[in-house]
């Protein structure tokens, strides 16, 4: 196990290691905005309902009529998707009388278990939404009234309360997959009081409801993360609902111990169960294996075998639907994240191969080689079956033989596997876990890009992209943005889009937020900063870093680089708006012989290399500065420890990234010489009254300060401000650049800051006069 375990290991390290991308910290995010930063910027608007949590469980993004619900604990709210949302709907919901004090008697979590979490909101017609919650361990289920499109009212029906058991399940947090097709509620779940009935469940509509075959084991120990009605082709009759899971099952090879698999499975919309087989039970369910791995050298292959989440990306007309899947692997030493994608022509061609057949439970699996019965199980009763001389209009028509075999072979020998063969992004070495995915398909000037989302366990989301180059099988990976959407650390445990909104509703037990999915000004306002972003959603428009908007505004210019980010070839010529922007300003700083100084540089991108030069007075050109124990450079800056006259001159911090380099800062370094300072003190102390023992600062002379403002010149009093406050006033708030200050020189800095203030408010010729 542990062998096995250090060989995933080092695999992958090796497989990362070749990866070649372009910049060494390229996966770490180029811009990481805070909790506050997308408050204020109104990138984000957060709900916590009126009690600071909403214990949130199910969310229902619905464009339709303009408004989200959120399920939560013993309460439902709807809010307005183009409102601010200070004006919520609430309807409380807790569990029916008798069932909170039932729960606590059966020995359930009075806190976290025994209330009512709503886990299913399903539009159910167009004025009223299926919910359903665990009611106390006591599933239950009722129509909500929203009112029609435009309204903005929500109340539960109270006579439509029923028992909801098959529709949600038992526990608050037990994976669980719903969803809403023609009148009827589809739900993968446990179905019973010990979490250890696993079916896929329809019920609510005129038919009798239907359920797995609970004889054949067909689920083993299910974690259901997605349902959703998908159509095959053009005739409804073939209409499946799909859902995707991962399962415990017995090891395939016929060895000892349970692996972990992840699978799609299926049923049809009309199956109706067989007629004296599979009575009231699915007579076409089918599933696959869905692979994610990374291939390796010899055909060892790392898997990411657990399903966290499933994004479906539906097509433009023409197109056939894309699954984007994120999985995590299941070993206990070494953690790891991948996403795939798969279309769904592939996972057809998977359900019309041949079936896994097992001899026996000690044999292996293997093709099944026999003849299959006609119709072809897992086939839907359509056109296809219901050729003339074939009257198989329902399931219930199908032979016994049929049934029989679908009933011993629910599973495909072949297994899904993910576009090239391999993921499309890969992540070990995260600090966090990925819980949540949502892509959006965007146009830039170059091309198409996929943006994925990705809802971390520390409540922050994270923007990615997934390049593929050329012939490199490695995509290379963007990371655009790290958004801190959560004050504090919660899992993301509910992400949706809306395209046509521009935004993204996270969602995680605290509660909602609502994030725009770009904010091109944040980039910065030169072209250049632009373009390096590499944001498939931003261009430099000539003036300023926009929303890129394919086929409009032709007349404007617009400058995007997403492949390569190279501002040097798309912002040439931009000069003229690199200025307007403003050149960097000299700034002058004053640091003491002897003592440390700090010059500060923040580049904007974590991905860019810093570097450093220095124009000597008098020498020639610039060179980089040395850093040795003596001069460190830092993530904020330079710290100079021990200043000498030597160190004096033009400091400059620029940052190269994608072979274009910026000058950040400028900074003009004056050291004052430490034996000019020891003999101004000396000086004013003798000509003043005696300084109190042990304090250097005692009253300043009067001779003082002029000589101060002939060190440094009185070109510069303007400046003077910046050198107290940089050398001697540096306040706690300021703790960066506090470097190297003593009690003495705090006290002396105050009182000279307070000598300039007021020799400012004279003018020069009285300074001179003095
Ligand atoms: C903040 O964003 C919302 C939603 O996009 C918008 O309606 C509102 O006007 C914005 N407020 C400000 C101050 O920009
Ligand atoms: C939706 O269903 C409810 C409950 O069955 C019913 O009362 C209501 O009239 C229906 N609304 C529409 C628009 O059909
Ligand atoms: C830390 C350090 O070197 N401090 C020096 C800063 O400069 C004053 C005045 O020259 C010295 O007295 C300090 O020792």
Known sequence: MASSAWAICCLLGSLLFHRGSPSPSASVPRLRLSYRELLSANRSAIFLGPRGSLDLRAMYLDEYRDRLFLGGRDAIYSLQLDQPWADPREVLWPPQPGQREECVRKGRDPLVECANFVRVLQPHNRTHL?????????????????????EHVLHLEAHSVESGRGRCPHEPSRPFASTFVGGELYTGLTADFLGREAMIFRSGGARPALRSDSDQNLLHDPRFVMAARIADNSDQNDDKVYFFFSETVPSPDGGPGHVTVSRVGRVCVNDAGGQRVLVNKWSTFLKARLVCSVPGPGGAETHFDQLEDVFLLWPKAGKSLEVYALFSTVSAVFQGFAVCLYHMEDIWEVFKGPFAHQDGPQHQWGPYGGKVPFPRPGVCPSKMTAQPGRPFGSTKDYPDEVLQFARAHPLMFRSVRPRRGRPVLVKTHLAQQLRQIVVDRVEAEDGTYDVIFLGTDSGSVLKVMALQSGDSAEPEEVVLEELQVFKVPTAITEMEISVKRQMLYVGSRLGVARLKLHQCETYGSACAECCLARDPYCAWDGASCTRYRPGTSKRRFRRQDIRHGNPALQCLGQSQEEKAAGPVATTTVFGMEHNSTFLECLPKSPQAAVRWFLQRPGGQGPDQVKTDERVLQTEQGLLIRRLSRLDEGTYTCTTLEHGFSQTVAR????????????????????????????????????????DILQLIGFANLPRVDEYCERMWCSSRSRGKQAKGKSWAGLELGKKVKSRVQAERNRTPREVEAT
């Open 130 to 150: 299926l919910a359903c919650g665990t009611g106390a361990f006591h599933p239950t289920c009722a129509l909500i009234a929203v009112g029609h499109r435009g």
């Open 667 to 706: 900074l003009a370094l004056e050291v004052i010489v430490a034996a000019q300072l020891n003999s101004l003190f000396h000086r004013g102390q003798r000509l003043e009254e005696p300084p109190a023992r042990g304090s250097l600062a005692s009253t300043p002379p009067k001779a003082w300060y002029k």
